[in-house]
């Protein structure tokens, strides 16, 4: 079976700029998860879905949304880009439910804002 | 979710047990210890978990103490492919995937 998949895997963008990462979870898997590392840093949480509903955002500004498709598949929009939103964007699929907190998590998006 | 410490790096001879520890003093009961690892350049990786007991699985062993306030997990022959940036979490029980990493402990297999 195919673990979970990221794209793009590396891009790069200018300020002010708009960004669409997509990942799809494995199979079976309704929940999904994103998170942002920074060079040199632990993964931080930036949003959970699950069936398709939001059950929670971490600490990050409106310029960031996500959402969850019928197929479990899910996509994290970044607006107006910074330079400080460069960093390494993961996403994460589970079982949800008991299983929540087993994630998968993919190889990530590396995203460069020049 | 209860804090959890890690010694920022450690050393480890291929072949031998990793054995790398976590305090998390402020657990509760309801709180349980899992543990992923970071393998440079890719995605975290779910280790192993528990509430209370000891558990095994394939990949290694957590040895959580009677007071829970810290744990061990042990690679019993650790390899090269295990250079890695362990991480362990605390996480409530109601919780439901939100994960909060800290900066972990960073492993080094050594030949």
């Known amino acids: 079976d195919a673990g979970v998949t990221q794209s793009p895997t590396h891009l790069i963008k200018t300020r002010g700029q708009h960004v669409t990462l997509r990942c799809s979870p494995i199979?079976?898997?309704?929940?999904v998860s994103w998170y942002q590392q920074v060079l040199g840093q632990g993964p931080q949480f930036i949003f959970q879905y699950y069936e398709k509903e939001e059950r929670g955002r971490g600490n990050f500004p409106d310029r960031f949304s996500a959402r969850q498709f019928p197929n479990y598949s899910s996509e994290l929009n970044v607006n107006a880009l910074l330079l400080g939103d460069s960093a390494l964007y993961l996403c994460?699929?589970?079982?949800?439910?008991?299983?929540?907190?087993?994630?998968?998590f993919g190889a990530g998006s590396r995203l460069t804002v020049l | 979710d209860a804090k959890t410490t890690q010694p920022p790096s450690m050393d480890c001879t291929e072949g031998r047990a990793a054995n790398l520890p976590c305090n998390h003093s402020?657990?509760?009961?309801?709180?349980?210890v899992y543990w992923y690892r970071q393998i440079h350049s890719q995605g975290p990786q779910y280790i192993i978990h528990?509430?209370?007991n000891n558990e095994t699985n394939e990949m290694a062993s957590l040895i959580i103490t009677e007071d829970r306030k810290s744990s061990t997990l042990i690679l019993p022959h650790a390899t090269l492919r295990d250079t890695a940036v362990y991480y362990c979490i605390v996480i409530h029980q109601s919780n439901t995937g939100k994960l909060i990493f800290g900066q972990g402990t960073t492993l080094q297999v050594k030949p």
């Open positions: 528990g509430l209370k």
């Open positions: 402020t657990i509760s009961g309801n709180e349980y």
């Open positions: 994460a699929s589970s079982l949800g439910g008991s299983g929540a907190n087993v994630l998968t």
């Open positions: 199979s079976g898997h309704k929940s």
